[in-house]
């Protein structure tokens, strides 16, 4: 019987060593291999001799420039109508805009029996000729599938083609066994951060962009930090914000209570190192980053946007406004206020409740009833 043949495009090589919770290895961890054949492409990027490729049976580089991704891309889309001539592919699944752009362009003049356009966050498609261009292309063969129910209804509110009968969603998961199995204990992880072992620590992760509003965290910090001399704030990641965000933490005389230490490779081996996780962004397609200090069993204070409030509501955490210093530092407070015991305890209820909903067995079901549904 022939295979069902999948190809699953990316804007940038991103392939990580572990793939705990990388969307589009997991997406083909669900595939049977004696019923798919699996190709993995990437506009940008390719790995070096120390970076791993997909799990994929294949994997392609075209290795575009950031020039030639920008206006009309005719190359590109050149390069890319005659790779999907050849090929003939089944499925086609995009991540992100760029692919998910060019592909509803393209799947008008190349057959492809099935499109799957995966949206990670909001604004996308804002931009009214971009709404024109989705209303314009958009056909029976697609689906397009939000990283969270305030995701879907984003896509479906654009009005410009997306209904609740083309549209789905499917929120990320983790392998929870194989992420807790990576994850280093406290101490182990304290040291291999540098960090003092007596501290209380605050831990954040993200790109360091506005968004993220990591700003208001050590605001929030600052204001408590006085009342609690043992904490200390954590951010992993890095981006054009830091320096901004190192003369904040200098200008509030906590520089050294204020740690950014940078992009760290597979950061989830060090989320035990911390006693509270917090995730402030003004907005979030779903907040991996939440699910992933979630995963490590510890208590959460995120921003109450709809992607992630029935997150921390069914963790039992701590919601905020987004962007409330006040709201945010109330909620530290109230977490370094309790004692170890306590904070273990409502870590706990955190860890049970990603245990019984976000696994990663349920999110590979999803999508392999998604992309063999047509077949």
């Known amino acids: 019987m022939k295979k069902i043949k999948v190809l699953q495009l990316h804007p940038d090589y991103n392939i990580r ?128 599938v939000g990283v969270s129910e305030a995701v879907r209804s984003y896509l479906i509110s654009l009005n410009s083609g997306l209904t609740a009968d083309n549209t ?16 280093l204990g406290k101490a182990e992880a304290r040291d291999a951060l540098g960090l003092a072992a007596d501290a209380v620590l605050i831990g954040a992760m993200g790109r360091l962009v506005p968004l993220k509003a990591h700003d208001c965290l050590i605001r929030a910090f600052a204001k408590v930090a006085h009342e609690f001399p043992a904490a200390q704030l954590v951010i992993l990641g890095e981006g054009r914000e830091r320096v901004a965000l190192e003369q904040l933490a200098a200008q509030l005389n906590l520089a050294n209570r204020i740690h950014l230490l940078g992009f760290k490779e597979d950061a989830l081996q060090y989320l035990k190192a911390f006693d ?41 955490g701590i919601a905020v406004a987004p962007g409330s210093v006040e709201e945010l530092s109330a909620a530290l407070r109230e977490y370094l206020a309790k004692t170890e015991e306590e904070r273990h305890q409502a870590g706990a209820t955190v860890l049970g409740y990603v245990l019984d909903h976000h696994g990663v067995d349920e999110f590979r079901a999803k999508y392999y009833r998604l992309i063999s549904s047509t077949f």
């Open 17 to 144: 060593k572990t793939d705990i919770s990388d969307l589009g290895e997991q997406i083909f961890k669900s595939l049977p291999a004696d019923r798919f054949e699996t190709i993995t492409a990437f506009f940008s990027g390719r790995p070096n001799e120390r970076q791993p490729e997909s799990i994929a049976n294949r994997s392609v580089y075209f290795e575009f420039s950031s020039s030639q991704l920008k206006g009309l891309r005719i190359r590109a889309m050149w390069r890319v109508y005659r790779f999907l001539k050849k090929e003939r592919f089944d499925v086609v699944i995009c991540n992100r805009y760029k692919p998910v752009n060019m592909i509803l362009t393209l799947s008008r003049f190349v057959k492809i029996p099935k499109c799957i356009a995966i949206v990670h966050g909001f604004g996308d498609y804002d931009r009214l000729y971009r709404k024109k261009h989705l209303a314009r292309n958009i056909s029976k063969r697609w689906t397009f």
């Open 168 to 183: 789905a969603y499917i929120t990320n998961a983790i392998d929870l066994d194989a992420a807790r199995a990576l994850m």
């Open 276 to 316: 509270i996780w917090t995730m402030p962004s003004l907005r979030e397609g779903l907040g991996l980053a939440l699910l992933e200090g979630m995963c490590a069993g510890l208590p959460v204070i995120a921003s109450s946007v709809p992607a992630m409030l029935p997150l921390v509501q069914g963790a039992k």
